[in-house]
């Protein structure tokens, strides 16, 4: 399992979460392919999760079982805890990563702008407005739900800004590839710097 700092060393993390909402299984490694293997229930949900091992490179497994006769939102927020605690878990001290990442990513009619920093700190900010409250049986508003149980327990700033956009698709799919895409570049190793990229030593 874990870790930064060696460039040898696979970068992995398991994480089970059980409550009486949900009960989640969930394995990463951030040396991946972006190998997808997601049953969560909620079949956008799994489409949003597949586009993100695959823009952001990392190799993912989740299953997921949770209250869906109440709604979405439990199913949905304790994926993105399990999510962002396996990232902070997988990179260790974080040694030899880049540290942070942006993207710029046009979806047809939609601009969206994601900018990450995995320097042990929770901030978020979301920008968007969803022209439909649903994108088939998925609440919309969900989208943010997930990236904010993501950012508060991978400890993470996650600025995402969607510049403009018409189609709900697209914006929710908007979001999570430029956010996959700037998460990827934020974990790369960095070539020329072997230590913890903070002057502080520690992240």
Request: charged share 25%.
């Amino acid at each position: 399992m874990k870790h930064g700092g060696s460039k040898n060393m696979l970068r992995t993390a398991t994480v089970r979460r059980e409550t009486a909402e949900t009960r989640i299984e969930l394995k990463l490694s951030l040396e991946g392919v972006g190998k997808a293997e997601i049953a969560t229930g909620v079949g956008f949900f799994d489409h949003m999760l597949t586009l993100l091992a695959r823009h952001a490179a990392l190799d993912l497994a989740i299953q997921a079982a949770g209250d869906l006769e109440v709604d979405q939102h439990h199913t949905v927020e304790d994926v993105g805890i399990c999510l962002g605690t396996a990232v902070r878990e997988a990179l260790g001290d974080k040694a030899g990563i880049r540290r942070y990442g942006h993207f710029a990513l046009p979806m047809e009619e939609t601009l969206v702008t994601a900018a990450v920093d995995l320097g042990g700190r929770a901030f978020f900010v979301f920008q968007a407005d969803f022209p439909t409250p649903k994108i088939g049986e998925f609440d919309s508003e969900l989208v943010a739900d997930f990236w904010q149980a993501f950012s508060a327990n991978a400890l993470c700033n996650l600025h995402v800004i969607v510049h403009y956009g018409r189609n709900s698709h697209h914006i929710a799919e908007g979001v999570f590839k430029a956010t996959a895409r700037a998460l990827r570049m934020a974990v790369e190793p960095d070539t020329r710097i072997s230590d913890v990229p903070s002057t502080k030593g520690i992240l």
